[in-house]
């Protein structure tokens, strides 16, 4: 696909592509403009994190969507929209564009002309990444519960266990971080990279009169950590991702979709919480008092019970005065699936930071993101912490949205294709 092929909608409703007529000049210049950046390795002091900023990752596929299995980057731009027209159609054509545009980001392409030859013309890549590299960079689509109804003539193509979260307690959300008919998660090793894909994705969005920005988050410093990946830390300073899912076999019980027409299969739901620190309150305390919020050591990461970061927890243990070494209302024993049932989820999460609160306070958190297959495995585990987590004295869930992740689209598909046919 050339950067200048486009999505119409056709007869029978069906999309196809067009290349748009072009001169020369205006060729040379798009493909100029497109070049990829020199492979540029750096290492950081940990051997096990490295960034190469050549890496690209398949937009394409017949799995689940990139940047759910992907090993997480260091950077986000998260992004929920509202649909602004009630069309089925602009729907099916802002997918089918994104899809088509994402697919040149994740080369490190862009996603038209830059410098357009015509002194009166608007360049479509606003050109902010250029040369910079694909970075890793992975564009996951969400799409959220009011789109599967009958306005979009979708109702029927509802995923069965999508809907809104119940209400969870902690639950203290601002409107303006909640919510949302569409998503793009932009994750990649140069936060430029994010800022300008979702950039271009949401000036196709708006150009196209379909959807607006609803809220946004930018978030750094991986919070999570993939298979063969060090375990990053949050912004409380603690290892986060020691006991996330790895293995494929995890994936394919707890986050991928199994069964349902094509269109589900491999699709997921994400859940994303706005989760602010009260980060002055935190510096104040004791390390070994917030060891034990978490039930785990600061620096190693290692459980209470234990002296290495890779061993398991023992949620009996006690110690001489017969109190639990790990605490009864420590995160770690509320959250582990030996608490839960077996439940596990995927977590994906960032920190985040927006400057200074209005009376000079720290604003910053997490940018929560798990993926799972089943909705309410991520509300038993909220209403357990929600309710009795030592944590929740220094948190607040201020935001939060689901959507579903349909699967990744075949070469020459788009995101949700199956849902308009
Ligand atoms: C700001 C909010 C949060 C912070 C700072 C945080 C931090 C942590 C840390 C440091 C760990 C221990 C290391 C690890 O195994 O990853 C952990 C574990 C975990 N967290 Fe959180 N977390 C937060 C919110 C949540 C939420 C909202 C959920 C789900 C509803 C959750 C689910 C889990 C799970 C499932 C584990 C693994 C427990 C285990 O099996 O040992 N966390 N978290």
Known sequence: MTNRDMWYLGPNNRLS??????????GTLGAAASAVAPAALAITADPQDTVDLSRQYDFYGTGGQAGIRTPPQRHVFYMAFDLTSGRRADLQVLLARWSGAIAQLMKGETIGEVEPPRDSAVGFDTGEALRLGPASLTVTVGIGPRVFSDAYGLADKRPPLMRALMPLPSDAFDPYYTGGDLSLQACADDPQVTYHAVRDLARIAKATGTAAVRWTVIGFGRASAGKGQSTPRNLLGFRDGTRNIREDAEFDRFVWISDGPDWQRHGSY?????????????????????NNVFGRHKVSGAPLTGTKESEQPDFQKMDADGTLVIPPTAHIRLAA?????????????????DGLSEVGLLDAGLLFISYQNDPAHFEALQARLGASDALNSYISHIGSAIFYIPPAPAEGSYIGEAFFT
């Open 270 to 290: 994400q859940v994303v919480r706005k989760i602010k620190m009260n980060i002055e309150n935190w510096d104040t305390h004791r390390v070994s008092d917030q």
């Open 17 to 26: 592509r067009r290349g748009l007529l072009l001169g020369a000049t205006a």
């Open 337 to 353: 699936h030996e608490s839960n049932d077996g439940i596990r989820i995927l977590r994906r999460s960032y920190n985040y930071t």
